[in-house]
């Protein structure tokens, strides 16, 4: 740049020598002869010496800018061969419609979650663990909105078992690698020569993959003069990868992020409690991980996400089917409340069946609330929920292509 500065300098001042002032065009337009060259010869032999060296300036960083492209090239195609698991970040199109969690909910579990991800302690993990349906991956989605907001989000990754590789280990590593890659240029460059290095990094363990791909790439970071990493992983229900061996593995290896000490490396899990990963979690100290179980939050702070969730919802609906503002009545609230308990899949999952377009709200609205008192268990509770919906919504009359899109709307997730 200062290169530029300088050749812009110069060419100013050869330009004003070199134009004709106001007294030489007075005496031109008289037809006097009051034109003279304006050098000497020792000084158009300096000219000549300062423009050369500015053309030798100029094609050296030109060759320089064609060496960086094509290495930039050369980078990219090396990203290109890693094989990755379409649909598992956050931000991907099969997430689209899934939401996220809404203002004034889930407050105090977000709060902790972003000061766990801030402080200067030695917790690099922090696991939410809760029965299915207590909202764990509309935590999980929340959180990863707002670290990519922040430009903190590393990568993200969301199971889902019984969806192909969405619900398998074999390319989880190197999905994480191709998101790191776009944190950082000197990090995309590593990560671009570990494939280099081994094209067939996929197709290897998972071990491996971990060491070449991200330990290795991070530990050299670790020695460089460069602005130092903060940046969160958010991965998703580790409790729907269908291998038990290979959780295990995973929390292994991502558990090795305690050894960065330059670069930090945060890790948010969710899951539900089952053995493999509370066994994991168990075997790591208890330094490096903080836990937050969502069946422990009290019950007047779930109770209050829960009616902003059902009057958002019951918003939407009365506006969709132009109902009166005060259906449905509080009452109504106070029972869906009751029923809902900790999962907010029933909550959810009641509001679909009885928005859906398909019928009148408010006898959706009964058949959901109807027989309460008859069910103690929160699971009886959305079974039976569950069942009156399917039984309306899949008859066994309907065409295969209309309950195979009914299927998917109401899949529990």
Same mark, same amino acid.
């Given at each position: 740049?200062?290169?530029? #500065?300088?050749?812009?300098?110069?060419?100013?001042?050869?330009?004003?020598?070199?134009?004709?002032?106001?007294?030489?065009?007075?005496?031109?337009?008289?037809?006097?002869?009051?034109?003279?060259?304006?050098?000497?010869?020792?000084?158009?032999?300096?000219?000549?010496?300062?423009?050369?060296?500015?053309?030798?300036?100029?094609?050296?960083?030109?060759?320089i800018d064609q060496v960086s492209l094509a290495l930039a090239a050369e980078r990219d195609q090396n990203l290109s061969k890693?094989?990755?698991?379409?649909?598992?970040?956050?931000?991907?199109?099969?997430?689209?419609?899934?939401?996220?969690?809404?203002?004034?909910?889930?407050?105090?579990?977000?709060?902790?979650?972003?000061?766990?991800?801030?402080?200067?302690?030695?917790?690099?993990?922090?696991?939410?663990?809760?029965?299915?349906?207590?909202?764990?991956?509309?935590?999980?989605?929340?959180?990863?909105?707002?670290?990519?907001?922040?430009?903190?989000?590393?990568?993200?990754?969301?199971?889902?078992?019984?969806?192909?590789?969405?619900?398998?280990?074999?390319?989880?590593?190197?999905?994480?690698?191709?998101?790191?890659?776009?944190?950082?240029?000197?990090?995309?460059?590593?990560?671009?020569?570990?494939?280099?290095?081994?094209?067939?990094?996929?197709?290897?363990?998972?071990?491996?993959?971990?060491?070449?791909?991200?330990?290795?790439?991070?530990?050299?970071?670790?020695?460089?003069?460069?602005?130092?990493?903060?940046?969160?992983?958010?991965?998703?229900?580790?409790?729907?990868?269908?291998?038990?061996?290979?959780?295990?593995?995973?929390?292994?290896?991502?558990?090795?992020?305690?050894?960065?000490?330059?670069?930090?490396?945060?890790?948010?899990?969710?899951?539900?409690?089952?053995?493999p990963i509370r066994v994991g979690f168990k075997q790591m100290p208890q330094v490096l991980h903080e836990d937050l179980i969502?069946?422990?939050?009290?019950?007047?702070?779930?109770?209050?996400?829960?009616?902003?969730?059902?009057?958002?919802?019951?918003? #939407?609906?009365?506006?969709?089917?132009?109902?009166?503002?005060?259906?449905?009545?509080?009452?109504?609230?106070?029972v869906l409340i009751k029923k809902t308990g900790r999962l907010f899949i029933f909550a959810a999952t009641a509001c679909r069946?009885?928005?859906?377009?398909?019928?009148?709200?408010?006898?959706?609205?009964?058949?959901?609330?109807?027989?309460?008192?008859?069910?103690?268990?929160?699971?009886?509770?959305?079974?039976?929920?569950?069942?009156?919906?399917?039984?309306?919504?899949?008859?066994?009359?309907?065409?295969?292509?209309?309950?195979?899109?009914?299927?998917?709307?109401?899949?529990?997730?």
């Amino acid at each position: 740049m200062e290169s530029v #500065r300088q050749c812009s300098y110069d060419l100013k001042g050869l330009k004003s020598r070199l134009e004709i002032g106001k007294y030489q065009r007075r005496m031109k337009r008289l037809g006097l002869r009051a034109l003279r060259w304006p050098f000497t010869s020792t000084e158009v032999d300096r000219v000549i010496n300062i423009l050369e060296r500015h053309k030798s300036t100029f094609s050296l960083a030109l060759g320089i800018d064609q060496v960086s492209l094509a290495l930039a090239a050369e980078r990219d195609q090396n990203l290109s061969k890693l094989t990755y698991v379409e649909g598992a970040s956050f931000n991907s199109y099969r997430l689209e419609h899934e939401a996220l969690c809404l203002a004034n909910t889930r407050v105090d579990v977000l709060d902790r979650i972003i000061e766990w991800s801030t402080g200067a302690h030695m917790q690099c993990i922090f696991w939410l663990s809760g029965m299915a349906g207590t909202g764990k991956s509309t935590i999980a989605r929340t959180i990863a909105h707002s670290f990519a907001e922040q430009k903190r989000l590393g990568a993200s990754f969301f199971f889902s078992r019984g969806e192909g590789d969405l619900g398998r280990a074999r390319n989880f590593f190197s999905s994480i690698a191709l998101q790191l890659a776009r944190s950082s240029a000197t990090l995309k460059g590593l990560i671009a020569e570990a494939i280099a290095e081994h094209d067939d990094i996929s197709q290897q363990f998972l071990r491996e993959q971990w060491k070449h791909l991200i330990l290795r790439p991070i530990e050299k970071l670790e020695s460089c003069q460069h602005e130092a990493l903060d940046l969160v992983l958010v991965i998703d229900a580790l409790d729907e990868c269908e291998s038990e061996s290979d959780i295990r593995i995973i929390l292994q290896l991502l558990a090795q992020v305690k050894n960065f000490t330059r670069n930090r490396i945060r890790i948010f899990f969710t899951s539900r409690p089952e053995t493999p990963i509370r066994v994991g979690f168990k075997q790591m100290p208890q330094v490096l991980h903080e836990d937050l179980i969502l069946n422990d939050l009290p019950s007047p702070m779930i109770e209050h996400d829960v009616s902003i969730f059902l009057r958002h919802e019951f918003a #939407r609906i009365r506006e969709a089917h132009g109902l009166p503002s005060d259906w449905p009545s509080e009452q109504h609230m106070k029972v869906l409340i009751k029923k809902t308990g900790r999962l907010f899949i029933f909550a959810a999952t009641a509001c679909r069946f009885i928005g859906d377009e398909a019928d009148l709200p408010t006898e959706r609205l009964s058949i959901v609330i109807e027989d309460s008192p008859a069910y103690n268990s929160q699971i009886k509770e959305l079974d039976k929920t569950c069942i009156q919906v399917l039984k309306r919504c899949i008859s066994q009359s309907a065409e295969s292509s209309e309950r195979e899109s009914q299927h998917e709307r109401f899949r529990i997730k």
